[in-house]
């Protein structure tokens, strides 16, 4: 399965491919797209895999066919896709601001997972497991915390492998757990959409105003919840405490200036709130292990 990529060089430092080796033949893409412009990625896919897309921000596109049929993920969507019979490669269109995850294994070892429940999953059925079979369907909010994790993790390199293997073990677990329950017994908090909308809105305040963000009274004051949910939910779908998912944020936000070259050091620290740079580099070592001079000169 050979991996072409086609991300705009212009806005590189902006747009993130990773794939993670689970095992062989099972992998996982993690593709992000923070500038303004669509980003094209392209994949080799044969039918021998079965793919599932996770959007969990902004809008993709899979375009089939030689461009004559194509498919759209939106935000908190799902897709699910499997040919036996005709190659599927990825071909796909990533709007401004969005990021995707992906689960790609062979059937035979996506199979395997089920051998014992095989008639549980719809598409493994004698009369359909040899037939091409698509689903588009909304992620519940546990799988929405999992796809959270995959994408913010901050974990030692040694162990990333197996963290990932884990949470991708646990995303199709609850992918195929179709139970009413499901959720509830994951996590009570988010079975209220209500609550979950104002996290989300709780996180987007505190991107949009990173250089000088409220305090929690004042962030759970505006978001209409109260200070104990706040804290609870945030934690229950980003998987940290709302500064240090802020902390985090603010860091990747300057690796992707810094990459840029555009920004000196005291500028981008100023940028995302700190008053001295000496402050900054403090915080960007803590972070990366290394001072934000000295990534510059390693990406050159």
């Not at 004559?68 to 490669?89: F, I």
């Not at 030692?156 to 963290?163: A, C, D, Q």
């Amino acid at each position: 399965m050979t991996k072409i990529m086609n991300i705009s060089q212009k806005n590189i430092a902006q747009s993130s491919y990773n794939e993670v080796l689970i095992e062989e033949g099972f992998y996982v893409l993690k593709i992000q797209n923070d500038t303004l412009e669509n980003q094209k990625v392209i994949r080799e896919i044969d039918s021998s895999f079965i793919q599932f897309h996770f959007c969990l921000k902004g809008k993709a596109k899979f375009i089939f066919n030689e461009n004559r049929y194509a498919l759209d993920v939106s935000e908190e969507h799902s897709l699910l896709l499997y040919n036996t019979q005709v190659d599927l490669p990825m071909n796909l269109e990533l709007a401004p601001n969005s990021w995707l995850v992906s689960v790609v294994m062979t059937i035979r070892k996506f199979h395997a997972l089920f051998s014992k429940e095989a008639d549980y999953i719809p598409f493994l059925t004698a009369e359909n497991k040899e037939k091409k079979y698509y689903s588009q369907e909304a992620v519940s909010p546990a799988i929405a915390v999992i796809l959270s994790q995959i994408i913010n993790y901050n974990l030692h390199p040694s162990i990333k492998e197996l963290y990932v293997k884990g949470k991708v073990y646990e995303l199709i677990s609850l992918y195929f757990n179709k139970t009413d329950n499901a959720d509830i017994e994951q996590c009570p908090f988010l079975v209220d959409e209500e609550n979950v909308k104002r996290i989300r809105k709780a996180k987007e305040i505190m991107i949009a105003n990173m250089a000088e963000p409220p305090s929690l009274s004042e962030l759970a004051e505006e978001i209409g919840l109260s200070l104990k949910k706040l804290k609870e939910g945030f934690k229950q779908i980003y998987g940290d405490s709302v500064y240090s998912f802020l902390f985090d944020y603010k860091m990747e936000h300057a690796r992707k200036l810094l990459a840029t070259g555009k920004l000196n050091v005291n500028e981008i620290g100023l940028k995302i709130g700190y008053s001295t740079s000496s402050h900054f580099i403090a915080a960007f070592k803590k972070k990366y292990g290394t001072t934000p001079k000295k990534y510059i000169m390693s990406l050159s």
